[in-house]
Nanobody, 124 residues
Framework: QVQLVESGGGLVQAGGSLTLSCLAS????????MAWFRQAPGKEHEFVAG????????DYADSVKGRFTMSRDNAKNTVYLQMNSLKPEDTAVYYC?????????????????WGQGTQVTLSS
């Protein structure tokens, strides 16, 4: 089992940047596929980006491709989400998720482990 703790959320102006972090507990971090989801008020979880345990690069939702970059540092048990050119529609609670399957799944239903979320709010 793994525990996830997100940090780095906050209030930022449109066009600005923010970096989220997700620290995972445990010694087997490298065996987990990691993902970021977000949830806006009244909406379901939306896939943002994912990094499988065996991949060199992340997979991105079309809505964030070219603006967001996900990375992982297995030595620090941490994944990051660098968010640039932020838009008002990026406002949401951002969640880190993990599971032991090999591939990235874009449905939140597949992931067993979740962080508590961190709020990202865009001001226009």
């Amino acid at each position: 089992q793994v525990q996830l703790v997100e940090s780095g959320g906050g209030l930022v102006q449109a066009g600005g940047s923010l970096t989220l972090s997700c620290l995972a507990s445990g010694r087997t971090f490298s065996t987990y596929t990691m993902a970021w989801f977000r949830q806006a008020p009244g909406k379901e979880h939306e896939f943002v980006a994912g990094f499988s345990r065996s991949a060199d690069n992340a997979d991105y939702a079309d809505s964030v491709k070219g603006r967001f970059t996900m990375s992982r540092d297995n030595a620090k048990n941490t994944v990051y989400l660098q968010m640039n050119s932020l838009k008002p529609e990026d406002t949401a609670v951002y969640y880190c998720a993990a599971d032991t399957f090999r591939s990235v799944y874009r449905s939140s239903n597949y992931y067993r482990y979740w962080g508590q979320g961190t709020q990202v709010t865009l001001s226009s």
